[in-house]
C-alpha cells in the first residue's frame, strides 16, 4: 500500500469533551511524557492530509490556542470552536465539516493517541461511492475514527437541530461505508491498537506505562458508544 491517501483530506481532531471519568479534565492536555497525546497522532499519520483542524469546546479556542500554541504552529492547525456546549462530537464534526478546505476530513478523538498509517490508508480506499467510511469492530461501528464527506454536513446539522445528538445520529441518511475488521487485518495485524481511546485514568496509565494491548484486552476495557 503506497504512502499516500487520495483524495486529499484535513484531518479533524475531535477535543471538546470535559472527561468526566478523568475527574472533569479535558484530555486535549494530557501528554505521554513530554509529547501531547495529539502529537503522537499527527506524527504517526504525517504526510496523508492536506490541512489541521482542532475542534475544541464552547469558549475554549482563546485558553486552547494559548496552551498549545508550539503544536498549532508547527502543524498549521486551525481552532474551530463549538457553536453551543453540550453538543458532543457531532457538534465538533459539523465544525470541521463546515471549516475545511476540500471534499473529505479523517475525524479522530484527541483521547485516540495509537492511530496507524496503515489503518488510515486502508479506510481511504473505501471512500468512492461513499459519504463516510467507517470500521466495524466486533459488531460496532466507531465513529470517532472514520472519514466523513462534505456531503455529511447537511443530514448532520439536520441531526443536532433535532436533538438527535449522538454522533451516529444522521447515518441512516447517508451513503454508509462499513469495514470489517478482515480489511483492516489485512493492512494491518495490529489494528486494533488504531481504535484505542483513554477515558479513565486507568486506561491513561496503561498507555503511558506502555503496557501491551491485545485485540481481546481493546474490547474488554471499552466500546465507543457515541
Known sequence: MRGEMKPSAALLLLAGGRGRRMGGEGKLLLRSGKAFLIEKILEETEGLFSEYLLSCAFGKSAETERLLAPVLRKWRIKVVEDREPERGPLEGLCRGLAAMSGEWLFAVGCDMPSVRKKVVLAMAQRLQGADA????????????????????????????????????????EIRLAKLPEAELREADAQYYSSFFNINTQEEYSRYTQKSPLTESGLFSIRHNIN
Open 133 to 172: 467510511a467507517v470500521a466495524e469492530l466486533n459488531g460496532w461501528l466507531e465513529p470517532l475514527h472514520a472519514f466523513y464527506s462534505e456531503r455529511c454536513l447537511r443530514p448532520a446539522e439536520c441531526a443536532l437541530a433535532e436533538g438527535r445528538l449522538r454522533l451516529k445520529s444522521f447515518y441512516p
